[in-house]
């Protein structure tokens, strides 16, 4: 397994109405990308800094320019975008995850990849190394910027915005963290599941009540995403109100995670959006965490309405025995 810290820059449009719309709504166009592989010790190999030619904001952005230092000419000299994948993809190998500073390069590459009509299926799962860092050092859920998260860790010579030198101040935070421990309860970690599904359908079928919903979701077995057989849910729990969480086996054995995500519709049907999930060690933990939880909540639920009983059987002995 190698682990590929990514960072990506890009250039935005001249002007509002210049925005690319379609395929995608375009916030940018990647013009650089920074990419540091480490081994399974989280040991730097080598790196790899790439120019990219943009297609559709050729105009290097004021802004950018002057966070970025990049140039016109810097611009002009990149790599059509389908050639720098190439490069990328080669230089990740074939069994790897990504490692970021922060939620934004991965939605960006996905973007650019349709932008371009491109395959995103070769992108991995994704850890957004602040989680880790909020978590572990400083201690407070909150963004960090690379910048100041050097600094608290105490290392030095620091240049912002190039992503070469991006990646790599990232990846020598990783020395820094316990990744095994973050990788491992990640999606808990972030609050929700993190990593793409493999598959997600918006159900056509509307339901009268949440009940009617929760009980048909869950006796439906439905095609497996991910081969010929069909999967069944075999449990129901609540993440929250609007999302549910099934562990469904597939008929040709292998197991996965199901979010239901519910929503009322316009004329108050309830109706259910299906995701499908791998089951990585982070959802593997998220789920035990979020199905402990609610037996939790059950078993107390129980207990209460056990007590209840027993008041009232002792009221009424109470009254019996008054009245003799
Ligand atoms: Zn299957």
């Known amino acids: 397994m190698n682990y590929i810290v990514l960072d990506l820059e890009w250039n935005q449009p001249a002007w509002r109405g210049a925005m690319v719309e379609k395929p995608v709504h375009l916030v940018g166009e990647i013009v650089q990308i920074g990419a540091v592989r480490l081994n399974k010790k989280f040991r730097i190999k080598k ?3 790439l120019g990219v030619a943009p297609k559709f904001y050729k105009k290097l952005h004021r802004k950018v320019s002057r966070i970025t230092g990049l140039t016109a000419e810097d611009l002009k000299n990149g790599l059509p975008f389908d050639k720098a994948m190439k490069k990328l993809r080669r230089f990740c190998g074939k069994n790897f995850v990504f490692l970021t500073w922060g939620p934004d390069d991965i ?4 973007d650019n990849l349709r932008l371009h009509a491109m395959d995103d299926k070769w992108v991995p799962e994704v850890f957004d190394l602040q989680v880790f860092f ?3 050092i400083a201690k407070q859920s909150r963004q960090f910027a690379l910048e100041d998260a ?3 860790l105490g290392e030095g010579e620091f ?5 070469l030198e991006d990646a790599h101040s990232t990846a020598i935070i990783c020395r820094h963290l316990n990744m095994e421990e973050g990788m491992k309860n990640y999606a808990s970690l972030a609050g929700d599941i993190t990593s793409r ?3 997600s359908t918006e159900l056509r079928i509307r339901y009268r009540d949440k009940g009617e919903a929760l009980k048909e979701l869950r006796e439906t077995p439905f095609d497996c995403p991910a081969c010929d057989g069909f999967l069944t849910p075999e449990t129901m729990i609540p993440q929250n109100p609007h999302k549910y969480l099934s562990l469904a086996s597939c008929s ?3 197991r996965y995670l199901v979010r239901f995500k519910l929503y009322q519709d316009p004329e108050h049907f309830w109706r259910a959006t299906r995701e499908v999930y791998t089951i990585t060690e982070a959802l593997r933990v998220f789920y035990e965490e979020k199905d402990k939880r609610y037996t939790e909540i059950k078993r107390k639920e129980r207990e209460r309405e056990k007590e209840k009983r027993r008041r009232k059987k002792r009221a009424a002995a109470a009254a019996t025995a008054a009245k003799d």
């Open 47 to 49: 790196e790899l800094r």
């Open 107 to 110: 939605p960006m590459l996905l």
């Open 134 to 136: 909020a978590h572990q």
């Open 150 to 152: 050097m600094e608290m």
């Open 159 to 163: 240049r912002a915005h190039d992503a």
């Open 197 to 199: 599904p493999l598959a």
């Open 252 to 254: 040709a054995g292998e």
